[in-house]
C-alpha cells in the first residue's frame, strides 16, 4: 500500500486528484488511530461493562452479552450503549486532534504529504476534522467491532 501511495505521489500532477488523495489519506489515518487506538483502549471497556452488567439473560456467561448486544441487551439498553459511544467518540476526536501527530487547527499542526516532485515535498497541515454524531456503529451488534468514517480537511 505504500509503494502505491508513493508512486501516486510521484506522478500524479493533477490538484484536485491531489487534494482528494491528501484528505483521504489524512481521513484514513486519523480513523485508523481513533478506532484502533482510543476506542480499543478507552470506550470499548465501558461499553462492555455496561453491557455485561445489563444482559436480558442470568444463564449465559457475562462476556456473551458483549459479543452479540443486540440478542444479550434489551433495546433501551442497546440504545443507550449506542449513545454512549457517539457521545465517548466526540469525545476522542477532539482528544486525537490534540494530539501532536494532527493538532488540528493549530498555526504548528502536523503535516501530510500531498505531492512529491524530486527531492521536494508539498506537504499540507490538518486543519479540521468531523465526525457526524450518528455515524459511529456496532458493526453487527458487537461490542468489539465498530464502524467509522470521519472527514479530514487539510490546508
Same mark, same amino acid.
Given at each position: 500500500m505504500?509503494? *502505491?501511495r508513493y508512486s501516486f505521489l510521484v506522478s500524479e500532477k493533477k490538484g484536485p486528484v491531489l487534494e482528494a488523495a !491528501?484528505? *483521504?489519506h489524512g481521513s484514513l489515518l486519523f480513523k485508523r488511530f481513533l478506532k484502533d487506538y482510543y476506542y480499543k483502549a478507552v470506550a470499548i471497556g465501558e461499553i462492555r461493562t455496561y453491557s455485561r452488567s445489563h444482559g436480558k439473560y442470568s444463564n449465559f456467561p457475562q462476556t456473551m452479552a458483549d459479543q452479540n448486544m443486540l440478542v444479550?441487551?434489551?433495546p433501551e439498553d442497546y440504545e443507550y450503549m449506542l449513545t454512549l459511544l457517539r457521545?465517548?467518540?466526540q469525545t476522542l476526536v477532539t482528544t486525537l486532534g490534540d494530539k501532536p501527530a494532527f493538532l488540528i487547527?493549530?498555526?504548528d499542526s502536523a503535516r501530510n504529504v500531498k505531492q512529491?516532485?524530486?527531492s521536494s515535498w508539498r506537504l499540507t497541515g490538518y486543519s479540521s476534522v468531523i465526525l457526524p454524531y450518528e455515524n459511529p456503529d456496532f458493526l453487527w451488534g458487537r461490542a468489539f467491532e465498530i464502524t467509522l *468514517?470521519?472527514? !479530514?480537511?487539510?490546508k
Open positions: 505504500s509503494q *502505491a !491528501v484528505n *483521504a444479550f441487551n434489551p457521545d465517548r467518540m487547527g493549530n498555526s512529491i516532485c524530486g *468514517a470521519p472527514e !479530514v480537511k487539510l
